[in-house]
Protein backbone atom coordinates (compact mmCIF):
# COMPACT_ATOMS: atom_id res chain seq x y z
CA UNK A 1 0.00 0.00 0.00
CA UNK A 2 1.24 3.76 -1.25
CA UNK A 3 1.05 5.61 2.33
CA UNK A 4 -0.59 9.12 2.66
CA UNK A 5 2.89 10.47 3.91
CA UNK A 6 6.25 9.18 4.49
CA UNK A 7 8.44 11.18 6.24
CA UNK A 8 12.43 11.44 5.01
CA UNK A 9 15.24 11.76 7.64
CA UNK A 10 17.88 11.30 4.80
CA UNK A 11 20.32 14.10 6.11
CA UNK A 12 21.77 14.70 9.48
CA UNK A 13 18.11 14.39 11.38
CA UNK A 14 19.32 11.38 13.26
CA UNK A 15 23.43 12.60 13.69
CA UNK A 16 21.74 15.82 14.96
CA UNK A 17 19.43 13.74 17.68
CA UNK A 18 22.87 11.92 18.68
CA UNK A 19 24.54 14.92 19.46
CA UNK A 20 21.53 16.40 21.69
CA UNK A 21 21.44 13.18 23.94
CA UNK A 22 25.46 13.36 23.99
CA UNK A 23 25.70 16.80 24.87
CA UNK A 24 23.80 16.05 27.48
CA UNK A 25 20.97 19.46 26.93
CA UNK A 26 17.86 17.70 25.89
CA UNK A 27 15.45 19.91 27.32
CA UNK A 28 14.34 23.17 25.32
CA UNK A 29 15.71 26.08 24.63
CA UNK A 30 19.48 24.34 23.65
CA UNK A 31 21.85 24.71 21.02
CA UNK A 32 19.55 23.21 18.12
CA UNK A 33 16.56 24.73 19.53
CA UNK A 34 18.43 28.62 19.24
CA UNK A 35 19.90 27.32 16.06
CA UNK A 36 16.21 26.12 14.03
CA UNK A 37 15.02 29.46 15.40
CA UNK A 38 17.64 31.18 13.71
CA UNK A 39 16.92 29.28 10.47
CA UNK A 40 13.21 30.04 10.74
CA UNK A 41 13.94 33.68 11.41
CA UNK A 42 15.87 34.20 8.64
CA UNK A 43 13.33 32.44 6.47
CA UNK A 44 10.75 34.95 7.74
CA UNK A 45 12.59 38.49 7.64
CA UNK A 46 14.36 38.35 10.80
CA UNK A 47 10.91 38.27 12.57
CA UNK A 48 11.31 36.29 16.51
CA UNK A 49 10.63 33.27 16.12
CA UNK A 50 9.75 30.71 19.13
CA UNK A 51 9.65 27.13 18.90
CA UNK A 52 7.02 25.16 20.56
CA UNK A 53 5.59 21.42 20.98
CA UNK A 54 3.23 21.56 18.40
CA UNK A 55 1.31 24.46 16.27
CA UNK A 56 -2.00 23.92 18.23
CA UNK A 57 0.41 25.45 21.41
CA UNK A 58 1.56 27.94 19.06
CA UNK A 59 -2.20 29.06 18.21
CA UNK A 60 -2.61 29.09 21.93
CA UNK A 61 0.21 31.36 22.89
CA UNK A 62 -0.95 32.94 20.11
CA UNK A 63 -4.35 33.69 22.20
CA UNK A 64 -2.96 34.36 25.17
CA UNK A 65 -0.89 37.35 23.67
CA UNK A 66 -4.34 38.62 22.76
CA UNK A 67 -5.64 38.98 26.28
CA UNK A 68 -9.29 37.76 25.32
CA UNK A 69 -11.78 38.73 27.58
CA UNK A 70 -15.51 37.34 28.04
CA UNK A 71 -17.56 38.38 24.44
CA UNK A 72 -14.53 38.59 21.99
CA UNK A 73 -14.99 36.96 18.89
CA UNK A 74 -11.89 36.17 16.38
CA UNK A 75 -13.01 35.48 13.40
CA UNK A 76 -11.60 31.59 11.62
CA UNK A 77 -12.12 29.70 8.66
CA UNK A 78 -14.98 26.83 8.68
CA UNK A 79 -13.06 24.79 6.90
CA UNK A 80 -9.98 23.70 8.97
CA UNK A 81 -8.03 21.45 11.89
CA UNK A 82 -10.04 22.45 14.80
CA UNK A 83 -7.22 23.82 16.91
CA UNK A 84 -7.49 27.02 14.55
CA UNK A 85 -10.90 27.70 16.46
CA UNK A 86 -10.59 25.92 20.13
CA UNK A 87 -6.80 27.59 20.82
CA UNK A 88 -9.12 30.95 21.27
CA UNK A 89 -11.97 29.36 22.48
CA UNK A 90 -10.36 27.58 25.01
CA UNK A 91 -8.86 31.32 25.83
CA UNK A 92 -12.38 32.34 26.19
CA UNK A 93 -13.36 33.96 22.99
CA UNK A 94 -16.08 33.15 20.72
CA UNK A 95 -15.08 31.93 17.57
CA UNK A 96 -17.24 33.02 14.22
CA UNK A 97 -17.04 30.77 11.61
CA UNK A 98 -16.65 32.34 7.69
CA UNK A 99 -17.19 30.24 4.87
CA UNK A 100 -14.43 29.46 2.13
CA UNK A 101 -13.95 30.30 -1.54
CA UNK A 102 -14.47 27.04 -3.90
CA UNK A 103 -11.76 27.20 -5.36
CA UNK A 104 -8.82 27.97 -3.19
CA UNK A 105 -10.62 26.44 -0.07
CA UNK A 106 -9.06 29.57 1.70
CA UNK A 107 -11.10 31.78 4.21
CA UNK A 108 -13.53 34.10 2.24
CA UNK A 109 -12.34 37.87 2.66
CA UNK A 110 -15.84 38.83 1.72
CA UNK A 111 -17.61 36.96 4.13
CA UNK A 112 -15.23 37.63 7.18
CA UNK A 113 -15.49 41.44 6.33
CA UNK A 114 -19.20 40.76 7.04
CA UNK A 115 -18.63 39.31 10.57
CA UNK A 116 -16.54 41.91 11.82
CA UNK A 117 -18.37 43.45 14.67
CA UNK A 118 -17.33 45.49 17.93
CA UNK A 119 -16.72 42.71 19.98
CA UNK A 120 -14.22 41.49 17.28
CA UNK A 121 -10.32 41.19 18.45
CA UNK A 122 -8.94 39.38 15.97
CA UNK A 123 -8.81 37.29 12.61
CA UNK A 124 -7.17 33.83 12.37
CA UNK A 125 -6.29 33.32 8.51
CA UNK A 126 -5.46 29.53 7.01
CA UNK A 127 -3.31 29.70 4.09
CA UNK A 128 -4.76 26.12 3.19
CA UNK A 129 -2.18 23.93 1.02
CA UNK A 130 0.08 26.65 1.05
CA UNK A 131 -1.78 29.25 -0.80
CA UNK A 132 -1.85 32.55 0.15
CA UNK A 133 -5.16 33.14 1.20
CA UNK A 134 -5.09 36.99 -0.05
CA UNK A 135 -3.04 37.85 3.36
CA UNK A 136 -2.79 41.33 1.92
CA UNK A 137 -6.72 41.60 1.89
CA UNK A 138 -6.88 40.51 5.53
CA UNK A 139 -4.16 42.87 6.70
CA UNK A 140 -5.66 45.42 5.60
CA UNK A 141 -9.10 44.28 6.77
CA UNK A 142 -7.35 44.28 10.23
CA UNK A 143 -5.96 47.57 10.16
CA UNK A 144 -9.57 49.09 9.09
CA UNK A 145 -11.07 47.77 11.97
CA UNK A 146 -7.88 47.75 14.91
CA UNK A 147 -7.92 44.16 15.19
CA UNK A 148 -5.00 41.57 15.00
CA UNK A 149 -4.62 39.38 12.48
CA UNK A 150 -2.86 35.73 12.79
CA UNK A 151 -1.83 33.70 9.73
CA UNK A 152 -2.47 29.90 10.91
CA UNK A 153 0.60 29.28 8.30
CA UNK A 154 0.88 25.46 9.02
CA UNK A 155 0.95 24.07 5.92
CA UNK A 156 2.57 27.18 4.23
CA UNK A 157 6.27 27.15 5.28
CA UNK A 158 8.40 28.96 2.68
CA UNK A 159 5.55 29.97 0.25
CA UNK A 160 4.77 33.72 -1.28
CA UNK A 161 1.80 36.03 -1.69
CA UNK A 162 2.67 38.97 -3.80
CA UNK A 163 6.52 38.17 -3.22
CA UNK A 164 6.31 38.23 0.47
CA UNK A 165 6.36 35.25 2.58
CA UNK A 166 3.61 34.15 4.17
CA UNK A 167 3.34 34.50 7.83
CA UNK A 168 4.53 38.02 7.57
CA UNK A 169 1.08 39.42 6.99
CA UNK A 170 -0.38 39.55 10.04
CA UNK A 171 1.28 40.24 14.25
CA UNK A 172 1.37 36.63 14.51
CA UNK A 173 2.02 33.76 12.19
CA UNK A 174 2.06 29.97 13.69
CA UNK A 175 3.98 27.06 12.24
CA UNK A 176 3.35 23.03 12.24
CA UNK A 177 6.29 20.35 12.32
CA UNK A 178 4.15 17.30 12.47
CA UNK A 179 5.02 14.07 10.48
CA UNK A 180 2.78 14.82 7.55
CA UNK A 181 4.25 18.51 7.01
CA UNK A 182 6.93 19.40 4.77
CA UNK A 183 9.09 19.58 7.16
CA UNK A 184 9.07 17.41 10.50
CA UNK A 185 10.29 16.54 13.31
CA UNK A 186 7.46 14.53 14.35
CA UNK A 187 6.00 17.01 16.84
CA UNK A 188 6.51 20.85 16.87
CA UNK A 189 5.62 24.17 15.80
CA UNK A 190 6.52 27.67 15.89
CA UNK A 191 5.21 31.27 16.82
CA UNK A 192 6.60 34.10 14.45
CA UNK A 193 6.24 37.26 15.87
CA UNK A 194 6.34 40.10 13.47
CA UNK A 195 5.04 42.66 16.34
CA UNK A 196 8.25 43.34 18.62
CA UNK A 197 5.78 44.49 21.20
CA UNK A 198 4.65 40.95 21.93
CA UNK A 199 7.93 38.79 22.19
CA UNK A 200 8.83 39.92 25.94
CA UNK A 201 5.41 38.76 27.33
CA UNK A 202 5.45 35.62 24.58
CA UNK A 203 8.69 34.29 26.17
CA UNK A 204 7.22 34.58 29.33
CA UNK A 205 4.07 32.99 28.77
CA UNK A 206 6.09 29.77 26.65
CA UNK A 207 8.07 29.68 29.86
CA UNK A 208 5.82 28.12 32.22
CA UNK A 209 4.55 32.00 33.19
CA UNK A 210 8.31 32.94 34.36
CA UNK A 211 11.05 35.04 33.02
CA UNK A 212 13.36 32.35 32.81
CA UNK A 213 14.59 33.60 29.27
CA UNK A 214 15.43 37.03 30.54
CA UNK A 215 17.58 35.20 33.13
CA UNK A 216 19.52 32.78 30.59
CA UNK A 217 20.43 36.23 28.71
CA UNK A 218 21.96 37.41 32.12
CA UNK A 219 18.89 40.13 32.12
CA UNK A 220 18.24 39.26 36.34
CA UNK A 221 19.79 37.61 38.82
CA UNK A 222 16.98 34.66 39.19
CA UNK A 223 13.75 34.02 37.42
CA UNK A 224 10.40 34.46 38.44
CA UNK A 225 6.54 33.42 38.40
CA UNK A 226 4.99 36.69 36.73
CA UNK A 227 2.33 35.74 34.49
CA UNK A 228 -0.07 32.96 33.43
CA UNK A 229 2.03 30.45 31.53
CA UNK A 230 2.65 26.65 30.01
CA UNK A 231 5.22 24.63 29.14
CA UNK A 232 5.37 25.28 24.95
CA UNK A 233 8.50 24.78 24.91
CA UNK A 234 10.13 21.98 22.28
CA UNK A 235 12.87 19.14 23.46
CA UNK A 236 16.41 20.06 22.22
CA UNK A 237 16.22 16.39 20.99
CA UNK A 238 13.37 17.25 18.49
CA UNK A 239 15.06 20.58 17.42
CA UNK A 240 18.16 19.14 16.25
CA UNK A 241 16.00 17.00 14.05
CA UNK A 242 14.13 19.88 12.83
CA UNK A 243 18.07 21.40 12.26
CA UNK A 244 18.25 18.87 9.89
CA UNK A 245 15.45 18.92 7.93
CA UNK A 246 15.75 22.72 7.62
CA UNK A 247 19.27 21.87 5.96
CA UNK A 248 17.85 19.91 3.34
CA UNK A 249 14.72 22.10 2.88
CA UNK A 250 15.34 23.15 -0.59
CA UNK A 251 15.78 19.40 -1.93
CA UNK A 252 12.56 18.20 -0.23
CA UNK A 253 10.59 20.97 -1.57
CA UNK A 254 12.34 20.61 -4.66
CA UNK A 255 11.26 17.47 -4.43
CA UNK A 256 7.76 17.87 -3.73
CA UNK A 257 7.26 20.33 -6.62
CA UNK A 258 8.19 17.82 -9.15
CA UNK A 259 5.92 15.62 -7.62
CA UNK A 260 2.97 18.00 -7.38
CA UNK A 261 3.77 19.35 -10.98
CA UNK A 262 3.21 15.55 -12.84
CA UNK A 263 0.01 15.37 -10.64
CA UNK A 264 -1.60 18.73 -12.05
CA UNK A 265 0.03 18.22 -15.64
CA UNK A 266 -0.70 14.48 -15.88
CA UNK A 267 -4.65 14.28 -14.12
CA UNK A 268 -5.86 17.96 -16.08
CA UNK A 269 -6.99 15.75 -19.07
CA UNK A 270 -9.01 13.05 -16.64
CA UNK A 271 -10.25 15.63 -14.17
CA UNK A 272 -12.09 18.10 -16.76
CA UNK A 273 -13.73 14.63 -18.21
CA UNK A 274 -15.00 13.63 -14.86
CA UNK A 275 -16.09 17.21 -13.22
CA UNK A 276 -13.26 16.80 -10.89
CA UNK A 277 -11.45 20.38 -9.63
CA UNK A 278 -7.48 20.47 -9.29
CA UNK A 279 -6.09 22.62 -6.89
CA UNK A 280 -6.46 26.67 -8.51
CA UNK A 281 -3.21 28.60 -7.74
CA UNK A 282 -3.93 31.97 -7.86
CA UNK A 283 -1.99 34.79 -9.46
CA UNK A 284 -0.12 35.85 -6.64
CA UNK A 285 0.92 32.66 -5.11
CA UNK A 286 3.63 31.04 -4.74
CA UNK A 287 2.78 27.48 -2.96
CA UNK A 288 5.08 24.85 -1.10
CA UNK A 289 3.22 21.90 -2.87
CA UNK A 290 2.14 20.85 0.78
CA UNK A 291 -0.71 19.15 -0.94
CA UNK A 292 -2.16 17.84 -4.15
CA UNK A 293 -6.07 17.81 -3.34
CA UNK A 294 -8.68 16.37 -5.78
CA UNK A 295 -12.69 17.71 -5.30
CA UNK A 296 -15.02 15.35 -6.46
CA UNK A 297 -18.35 15.78 -7.88
CA UNK A 298 -20.18 14.88 -4.74
CA UNK A 299 -19.66 12.63 -1.50
CA UNK A 300 -20.71 9.27 -2.81
CA UNK A 301 -17.68 9.98 -5.78
CA UNK A 302 -15.70 10.98 -3.29
CA UNK A 303 -15.92 7.78 -1.12
CA UNK A 304 -15.83 5.57 -4.05
CA UNK A 305 -12.81 7.42 -5.40
CA UNK A 306 -11.38 6.55 -1.90
CA UNK A 307 -12.24 2.81 -1.70
CA UNK A 308 -11.40 2.18 -5.85
CA UNK A 309 -7.81 3.62 -5.05
CA UNK A 310 -7.62 1.09 -1.59
CA UNK A 311 -8.39 -1.59 -3.72
CA UNK A 312 -5.61 -0.58 -6.75
CA UNK A 313 -2.69 0.23 -3.26
CA UNK A 314 -3.07 3.47 -2.93
CA UNK A 315 -4.02 5.46 0.45
CA UNK A 316 -5.93 8.53 -0.38
CA UNK A 317 -7.17 10.76 2.48
CA UNK A 318 -10.08 13.12 2.86
CA UNK A 319 -9.52 16.19 5.14
CA UNK A 320 -11.45 18.49 7.56
CA UNK A 321 -15.19 18.63 8.47
CA UNK A 322 -16.64 21.86 8.35
CA UNK A 323 -16.57 23.45 12.27
CA UNK A 324 -19.11 25.73 11.81
CA UNK A 325 -21.83 22.92 12.21
CA UNK A 326 -19.60 20.96 14.75
CA UNK A 327 -21.24 19.50 17.86
CA UNK A 328 -18.51 22.48 19.42
CA UNK A 329 -19.98 24.98 17.45
CA UNK A 330 -23.71 24.49 18.84
CA UNK A 331 -22.06 24.62 22.74
CA UNK A 332 -20.25 27.69 22.15
CA UNK A 333 -23.43 29.42 20.24
CA UNK A 334 -21.51 29.50 17.21
CA UNK A 335 -23.55 27.14 14.09
CA UNK A 336 -23.57 28.83 10.61
CA UNK A 337 -24.25 28.07 7.13
CA UNK A 338 -21.28 27.92 5.32
CA UNK A 339 -21.79 25.94 2.10
CA UNK A 340 -18.45 25.97 0.61
CA UNK A 341 -16.80 24.43 3.48
CA UNK A 342 -19.58 22.10 3.97
CA UNK A 343 -18.83 21.28 0.64
CA UNK A 344 -15.16 20.56 0.76
CA UNK A 345 -15.92 18.36 3.86
CA UNK A 346 -18.07 15.88 1.75
CA UNK A 347 -15.60 15.97 -1.64
CA UNK A 348 -12.59 16.71 -1.06
CA UNK A 349 -9.53 14.03 -1.52
CA UNK A 350 -5.71 14.27 -0.86
CA UNK A 351 -3.41 11.83 -3.08
CA UNK A 352 -0.29 10.98 -1.54
CA UNK A 353 2.79 13.15 -1.42
CA UNK A 354 5.95 13.66 0.51
CA UNK A 355 10.07 14.04 -1.02
CA UNK A 356 10.54 9.78 -1.16
CA UNK A 357 7.46 8.96 -3.26
CA UNK A 358 9.10 7.29 -6.28
CA UNK A 359 8.32 7.78 -9.79
CA UNK A 360 6.96 4.25 -9.55
CA UNK A 361 4.71 4.75 -6.69
CA UNK A 362 3.50 8.06 -8.15
CA UNK A 363 2.62 6.69 -11.46
CA UNK A 364 0.74 3.70 -9.43
CA UNK A 365 -1.27 6.76 -7.94
CA UNK A 366 -1.62 8.63 -11.51
CA UNK A 367 -2.58 5.03 -13.38
CA UNK A 368 -5.50 4.26 -10.67
CA UNK A 369 -6.56 7.63 -10.50
CA UNK A 370 -7.10 7.66 -14.10
CA UNK A 371 -8.73 4.09 -14.16
CA UNK A 372 -11.64 5.51 -12.29
CA UNK A 373 -14.89 7.34 -13.79
CA UNK A 374 -17.55 9.40 -11.85
Known amino acids: MIPFNRASFDGKELSYLATAVEGGHTAGNGPFTKQAERMLSAMHGGAATLLTTSCTHALELSARLLDLQPGDEVIVPAYTFVTTASAYAWNGARPVFA ?31 GIGAEPDAFAQLAD ?29 STLSFH ?20 LERAEILREKGTDRSRFLRGQVDKYTWVDLGSSWVLSDLLAGVLVG ?5 AEIQAARMRIWERYADELRGWAAANDVRLPAITPSAEHPAHMFFLVL ?31 MAERLGSVRECP ?12 PLFASL ?15 AR
Open 99 to 129: DIRPDTMNIDVDDARGLVTERTKAICIVHYA
Open 144 to 172: DHGIALIEDNAHGLGARYGGQTLGSFGAM
Open 358 to 372: STDEQSQVIEATLGF
Open 179 to 198: ETKNITCGEGGALVINDPAL
Open 297 to 327: PDDTARDRYIQHMQRHGVMSVFHYQDLATSA
Open 340 to 351: NAQAAAGRLVRL
Open 245 to 249: QLERF
